[in-house]
């Protein structure tokens, strides 16, 4: 009995160890798979991460471009305003003017003067200097020529309506006269 429990001992081992062995393959197998799926998931996260960071990159460059146009239509809204505004203005710093020729009492008008001043200064409003400035065009705009030979060329002789600057822009240039030394060596 004893080559028989022997024989079917070592039938159990070898049935065992094979049984042990295919587990291990399985396993190996298994793992061998799930390597490839990791690796394969992995490539599917840095897919994902690489287009968030693009739609990220879209997202931000969308903002900005949504807050300059924002920006733009309130700069461009402002201007409009401000530029009605001062057609007002102008329109009291005349009406001064013809009173004060007159030897008319202008003080009311000078204190609302004084207090349009006030306004356009708390919003950045500021004059252009125009009167014995060399012209330039982007403050300046030039309505007529006067021949002057003691003045540079393009040299500011007279402001015919004020120009103004809100926040760095220009909302409306100076209308000038400008100096020549000679007109009709221009037209030659």
Do not use: C, W
């Not at 005349?94 to 349009?116: C, E, F, H, P």
């Amino acid at each position: 009995m004893s080559d028989a429990y022997d024989v079917s001992q070592n039938d159990l081992t070898e049935t065992h160890e094979r049984h042990n062995n295919n587990d291990e393959m399985e396993r190996s197998q298994e793992l061998e798979t799930m390597k490839v799926q990791l690796e394969h998931e992995k490539e599917k996260v840095s897919s994902y991460e690489k287009k968030i960071q693009y739609l990220l990159a879209d997202f931000e460059n969308l903002k900005k471009r949504s807050d300059i146009d924002i920006q733009n239509r309130v700069n461009s809204i402002t201007d409009g305003v401000v530029l009605k505004f001062l057609g007002i203005y102008d329109d009291f710093v005349r009406a001064k003017d013809v009173l004060s020729k007159q030897d008319a009492n202008t003080q009311g008008l000078d204190s609302i003067l004084k207090n349009m001043d006030a306004f356009l200064t708390e919003f950045g409003v500021k004059p252009i200097e125009a009167v014995g400035e060399i012209f330039d065009p982007k403050l300046h705009e030039a309505i007529s020529v006067k021949e002057d030979s003691t003045l540079d060329d393009n040299t500011i002789t007279t402001e015919l309506r004020k120009g103004y600057i809100l926040k760095e822009r220009v909302i409306r240039p100076s209308l000038v006269e400008i100096s020549k030394r000679s007109i009709k060596e221009m037209k030659m």
